[in-house]
């Protein structure tokens, strides 16, 4: 009986062995390898000021500050800070430069949809083919994160410094992520990612297209 | 007393038969090897599952995405094929049981996320129905273990 359990525990050793080399090496060969430890990704929220138009979101810079703007003589000023903090608008994003891994800058359904109201922005849907067609957000082109190889055309004509939103289901969901990460390395400036992803979308009841995508 | 020990003997006779243990073996070599195919396939989609759960710390993630997956094909075509038949049901069984606690503990905290269990593939709510099928493979493996003819051949 002894004997029986020895040679079990060896045999599991042996089968476990066998599985980790074979993953290790599997992945290392792989395109769609992932890193041994996972990173934490740092997300960070995006002010209004930071997408649209000083004018448009009534931010008053200190630049800008009329004699109506200015506080009256009569009223403390209590954050005197404010305009050198609106100088600085991504002060997550500051707070994370010295750690490793990229920053991702989130954007609310509310700031989603005034932009796309105001039709800036390329939008991208990265979930799959399938999920896409079964309904998606009005001018959304899909490519899925984990085929984007396959679509280096679409962003060949798409300037650098294009506003690109990506989406996938939710905030657990890290194919928006994984997409962000592909064009960051092709050096698009401005990436937002919509954190609340396709269900967000779907709870604020917002409007849904389920047209296929003209290629 | 007599006929009582003939009816113990008659039913590990059936429950040792060659071809019902071949069954059990193969259903449960069938579900592991399924099972892992998209996850082997898309480890960050497996990943984010197993991250989903909240139990294993964000350094493990991808070990244990990266790893569980091949474990599951190896031990499934192992019991498939007959080979390392007793040492695959134990692994398989302890998966299994992680399984099991992973997704009660996940419907307690009240958690709504993807099973997990076939990858991305088959994309299917944790519920109490998932349970039940482990619990089920569980007694499989009970069955393939303590009847796979190797035992008989030590104990004799």
């Known amino acids: 009986m002894r004997r029986n359990s020895k040679q079990i525990v060896s045999e599991i050793i042996l089968i476990v062995s066998l599985s980790v080399m074979v993953a290790l090496i599997y992945n290392h060969f792989s395109d769609k390898g992932i890193s041994i430890i996972r990173k934490e990704i740092k997300n960070t929220g995006v002010p209004d000021s930071a997408l649209f138009a000083p004018a448009e979101s009534k931010i008053v810079t200190a630049n800008a500050r009329t004699s109506d703007t200015a506080a009256p003589e009569n009223i403390k000023v209590i954050a005197p800070l404010h305009a050198q903090a609106l100088r600085n608008q991504d002060s997550m994003a500051q707070l994370y430069k010295n750690k490793k891994g990229p920053v991702y800058n989130i954007i609310t359904l509310q700031q989603l949809s005034r932009l796309l109201s105001e039709r800036r922005g ?45 989406y996938c289901n939710n905030d657990e969901c890290h194919l928006a992520h994984t997409l962000a990460d592909l064009l960051m390395q092709f050096e698009f400036k401005k990436i937002y990612i919509y954190g609340r992803g396709w269900d967000g979308w779907i709870e604020a009841k917002m409007p849904v297209d389920t047209a296929a995508e003209k290629d | 007393m007599i006929r009582r020990r003939k009816k113990t003997d008659s039913m590990r006779k059936f429950l040792s038969s060659r071809y019902l243990l ?122 393939i273990y303590y009847c796979d003819p190797q035992e008989d051949k030590i104990r004799k």
């Open chain 1, 122 to 166: 390329y939008l991208i849907d990265a979930r799959n083919k399938d999920d896409y067609q079964k309904g998606h957000i009005k001018g959304a082109h899909n490519i899925p994160a984990l085929e984007a190889e396959k679509y280096f055309g679409h962003f060949v004509s798409v300037p650098r410094d294009t506003l690109v939103i990506i």
């Open chain 2, 22 to 143: 071949f069954v059990s073996r193969f259903i449960v070599g069938i579900v592991f090897v399924v099972a892992s195919v998209d996850k082997i396939a898309f480890p960050e989609l497996f990943a984010v599952n197993v991250q989903a759960y909240g139990i294993v710390p964000l350094y493990l993630v991808n070990i244990v995405a990266l790893i569980l997956p091949w474990l599951e094909l190896t031990t499934g075509l192992f019991l498939i094929a007959g080979v390392y038949v007793r040492s695959s049901s134990v692994i398989i069984s302890f998966a299994l049981g992680i399984f099991i606690v992973s997704i009660i503990v996940a419907l307690f905290r009240g958690l709504k996320i993807d099973c997990g269990c076939f990858g991305h593939a088959h994309n299917t709510p944790i519920g109490w129905w998932r349970v039940c099928e482990d619990i089920l493979l569980v007694l499989l493996n009970v069955h």
